[in-house]
């Protein structure tokens, strides 16, 4: 087996503060978490941003800049930008807008629209903080997180093709893969690819052994030994596919992002505990970690000296 890639996704934008005290939400916290995940062995640090005051989702870029350069002068990861940004209710250029900024290694470029719907958080009763959590939750039963074909080439032209920036193709189902084949067999995406597959989501596929198989069964037909696989699982699912990814050659991301617990019914009090817990795993394996210039290499990105902050 190849070095396996370790992802961590330290905050995302689909939990809410009130959900986990450990949740980083200020730059100050995301700057730590991610330096503590960096150092815990992830190569991979995948970042949204957060308004400091309430924790809601935020694109801004000068929020992005609060953090991403601590993180840089403090580690040698890969800085991720999500090309998420703010969620589904924003343009895809406000959502883009840090990635076309910072000019990154890696952004995330999710490869679909989809119903992302997030509902059913706010059904637990929670002491709530702030009073755009709830709004925010029940609103994504009537969203489309839309990822059309011009809003993927808008990024691969505005911040692949301007910045050197490579991508982190997040493929929720198994159309996402044709898609990325597409863009793959026009030429606007080079090999070697980062393919994300995302499991457990409501809306997204599921989390069952087959649905993980068929993923992994699709990729190698379209891409053969064009691309690097990588699993992403949301919630009790992020280390049990991981796991199983992991034996079968894949690489694996967990944090906040995805999950927020380390055991069943326990919060994870940190990104770092839910990296140590599966480079444990991948020892146990004997699965080697790759470095950050390790994962460089195999990723074909253009380097930490060539970015924008």
Known sequence: MS?????????GG?????????LPVTPEEIAAESIAAAEAGAAIIHLHARDPVDGRPSGDPEIFRR?????????????????GGGGPNMSIEDRAAAGRALKPEMCSLNMGSI???LSEMAERERAWKHDWEVPFLKGTRGLIFRNTYADIEWILEHIGNAGG?????ECYDVGHLYTLQYFLEKGLVKP??????????????????????????????LFG?????????????????????????????VGLEDSLYIGRGQLARSNADQVRKMRRILDELGI???SPDEARQMLGLKGADQVGF
Not at 246 to 252: A, I, Q, R
Request: proline residues 4%; hydrophobic residues 45%.
């Open 3 to 11: 070095k396996a890639i370790i992802t961590c996704a330290v905050t």
């Open 14 to 22: 689909a939990h809410t503060p009130s959900m986990s005290e450990f």
């Open 67 to 83: 953090f991403a350069p601590v993180i840089k002068a403090s580690t040698n990861a890969i800085i991720n930008i999500s090309t």
């Open 115 to 117: 119903n992302l719907v």
């Open 165 to 169: 920036t490579r991508f982190e193709f």
């Open 192 to 221: 070697p690819l980062f393919v994300q597959t995302v499991f457990g989501l409501r809306g997204a596929m599921g989390a069952h052994v087959e649905d993980l198989l068929h993923q992994k069964r699709t990729a190698d037909r």
């Open 225 to 253: 030994n064009d691309y690097h696989w990588s699993v992403l699982a949301a919630g009790r699912h992020q280390v049990p596919v991981a796991t199983m990814a992991s034996l079968m050659g894949g690489n694996v991301r």
């Open 288 to 290: 080697e970690v790759a």
